[in-house]
């Protein structure tokens, strides 16, 4: 990609997506550039990474193509206005601040800008984001192409409408922290059966990932992936029932519907 793509802000999720690019190869190391308020972060983003970081998010809008906020949500505004005479000509300014509408990207823009708003999650840092982006402009293919591209270097990216935004926050932006509760209380009881702590921890761990692989790469519902490890009268059918009883799926489904509501309510 001949393009230049801009972070503003390299904290955890910029540098999550700056080392996915830089990774996947898909644009040179000299067309990935980045800010950040401090001196320590800008040293160490430019040093870990050897891209050029600045200190002024102004000389860094004059040459970004892709134009990515990654500051705080409650930074947006300022960081908008500061900028919003200096964005190269045709830039496409992209957000992920949690909670930030297409609306107020409008709002807060030239007239005329091309803008989106997309949503990451945590398993960015590690390459296995699951991003949902939301537009309400047209895209000509290519770029969308690029656009999506760019977030497939640290994981996997749908197009949603900005109104299932909530919706993805309960299945993917707040998920990890239900995955790990399962995964703590897996290893727990593996460690009552006598098992280590640590290999617990990578057993419980790892059956989560090749499940989910299972799932993502096979194309099977996870039904009947789950009846395929049930033996009739075996040891997994046990399980099933256990968690059957005990409202395992209808306390997943009532913990996202609470999270949905939640992130409805706080957009308000
Ligand atoms: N972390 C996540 O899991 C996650 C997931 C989805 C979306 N997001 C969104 O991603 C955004 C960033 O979150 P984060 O977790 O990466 O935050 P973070 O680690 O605190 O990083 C924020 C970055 O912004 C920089 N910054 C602060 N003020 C600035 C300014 N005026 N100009 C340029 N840079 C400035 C900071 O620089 P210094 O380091 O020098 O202070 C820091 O590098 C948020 O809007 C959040 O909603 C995060």
């Given at each position: 990609?001949?393009?230049?793509?801009?972070?503003?802000?390299?904290?955890?999720?910029?540098?999550?997506?700056?080392?996915?690019?830089?990774?996947?190869?898909?644009?040179?190391?000299e067309?990935?550039?980045?800010?950040?308020?401090?001196?320590?972060?800008?040293?160490?983003?430019?040093?870990?990474?050897?891209?050029?970081?600045?200190?002024?998010?102004?000389?860094?809008?004059?040459?970004?193509?892709?134009?990515?906020?990654?500051?705080?949500?409650?930074?947006?505004?300022?960081?908008?206005?500061?900028?919003?005479?200096?964005?190269?000509?045709?830039?496409?300014?992209?957000?992920?601040?949690?909670?930030?509408?297409?609306?107020?990207?409008?709002?807060?823009?030239?007239?005329?800008?091309?803008?989106l708003?997309?949503?990451?999650?945590?398993p960015?840092?590690?390459?296995?984001?699951?991003?949902?982006?939301?537009?309400?402009q047209?895209?000509?293919?290519?770029?969308?192409?690029e656009?999506?591209?760019?977030?497939?270097?640290?994981?996997?990216?749908?197009?949603?409408?900005?109104?299932?935004?909530?919706?993805?926050?309960?299945?993917?932006?707040?998920?990890?922290?239900y995955?790990?509760?399962?995964?703590?209380?897996?290893?727990?009881?593996?460690?009552l059966?006598?098992?280590?702590?640590?290999?617990?921890?990578?057993?419980?761990?790892?059956?989560?990932?090749?499940?989910?692989?299972?799932?993502?790469?096979?194309?099977?519902?996870?039904?009947?992936?789950?009846?395929?490890v049930?033996?009739?009268?075996?040891?997994?059918?046990?399980?099933?029932?256990?968690?059957e009883?005990?409202?395992?799926?209808?306390?997943?489904?009532?913990?996202?519907?609470?999270?949905?509501?939640?992130?409805?309510?706080?957009?308000?």
């Amino acid at each position: 990609m001949n393009k230049t793509i801009g972070f503003i802000g390299s904290g955890n999720m910029g540098q999550a997506m700056i080392n996915g690019l830089l990774e996947s190869g898909i644009v040179d190391k000299e067309m990935v550039i980045a800010s950040a308020k401090t001196e320590g972060t800008i040293n160490q983003v430019s040093e870990r990474y050897g891209i050029k970081v600045y200190s002024d998010n102004n000389e860094l809008a004059k040459r970004s193509d892709y134009l990515i906020l990654a500051v705080k949500p409650y930074m947006h505004q300022d960081v908008l206005e500061d900028i919003k005479g200096n964005l190269k000509k045709g830039a496409i300014v992209i957000t992920v601040g949690a909670g930030i509408t297409l609306d107020f990207l409008k709002n807060n823009l030239p007239e005329g800008t091309r803008y989106l708003k997309a949503m990451p999650n945590t398993p960015a840092m590690v390459g296995e984001g699951m991003t949902a982006i939301a537009v309400d402009q047209e895209f000509e293919n290519e770029e969308m192409e690029e656009i999506l591209s760019i977030f497939r270097t640290f994981g996997r990216v749908e197009i949603v409408e900005e109104n299932k935004m909530d919706g993805v926050t309960a299945v993917a932006g707040s998920s990890p922290a239900y995955v790990y509760m399962l995964i703590e209380a897996m290893a727990d009881a593996a460690v009552l059966q006598g098992l280590q702590r640590k290999q617990a921890y990578t057993f419980a761990a790892q059956a989560v990932l090749g499940a989910a692989r299972m799932v993502l790469e096979t194309g099977i519902h996870p039904g009947e992936l789950k009846d395929k490890v049930c033996s009739p009268g075996g040891t997994t059918i046990e399980a099933v029932t256990t968690l059957e009883r005990e409202g395992f799926r209808s306390a997943v489904m009532e913990a996202m519907k609470s999270c949905a509501d939640k992130s409805r309510s706080m957009s308000k």
